[in-house]
């Protein structure tokens, strides 16, 4: 059974999945790309000196692809299942309906995490050859609340995407939106290291907004 509901959330998302890992890797090569030509253009001492001094961000052009692969694997994933009302007939598989949602998000999210674990390895490893450690930790540190943003983007999508009242899905899309931009205000890199705990607890807790619209549309709500 698990098999099967893996399976079907291949079929429906794998076109957007592919996209996303293009565009993910697209993006990684332009922004190593731009680091090797500003090393070249104002020379290493100077590019140091900017991020140093100024904060300025190295991997600043995938800030907000965590977020959009978050809303449309989502939206792929859960948008047929409720405008084809394919839901309830999902929901009546010889399984309880609690673990039948919880498989369909463990699908979305071990997706979405090997999708970031290899974009934070191979920013690992791309800014260790063009820096020193110490630069390298502080940028990278930049980056974890981005992806942590990721995953909350897609299960609040997936909030959302449940609710069976289309005037509740627009109330709930502005806290929505203001919750996700805790993860991606500018600040200096490092300056999120004592709060990615309470990131990583909302991301946890955003479990229960999603069995909250589950509830309602089980219900019927109109």
């Not at 449309?72 to 039948?100: C, D, G, Y």
């Not at 949602?101 to 974009?119: A, E, K, N, P, R």
């Not at 990721?150 to 919750?179: D, H, M, N, T």
Request: glycine share 6%; proline share 4%.
């Amino acid at each position: 059974m698990i098999k099967s509901i893996f399976y079907k959330e291949w079929i429906k998302s794998r076109w957007v999945l592919l996209v996303i890992a293009g565009v993910f890797t697209s993006v990684l090569a332009y922004s190593f790309m731009n680091i090797s030509n500003n090393f070249r253009v104002s020379g290493v001492n100077e590019y140091w000196e900017l991020i140093v001094q100024k904060g300025i961000s190295s991997m600043g052009y995938i800030k907000y692809l965590p977020l959009l692969s978050g809303m449309l694997l989502a939206i792929a994933q859960f948008v047929p299942e409720i405008t084809n009302k394919r839901l309830k007939l999902t929901l009546h598989l010889p399984m309880a309906e609690s673990k039948m949602i919880l498989f369909m998000l463990g699908f979305g999210i071990i997706c979405l995490s090997m999708l970031f674990s290899v974009t934070y390895l191979t920013t690992t490893i791309g800014m260790n050859l063009y820096f020193c450690k110490e630069i390298a930790c502080w940028n990278l540190s930049e980056i974890y609340p981005w992806l942590c943003g990721g995953i909350a983007s897609y299960l609040l999508s997936v909030w959302i995407c449940l609710e069976p009242v289309w005037k509740q899905r627009v109330l709930k899309g502005f806290p929505g939106l203001c919750a996700i931009a805790l993860f991606y205000f500018d600040e200096m890199p490092g300056a999120y290291a004592p709060f990615i705990g309470y990131l990583i607890a909302f991301v946890v807790l955003s479990l229960a907004f999603v069995f909250h619209s589950l509830v309602r549309f089980k219900d019927g709500e109109q």
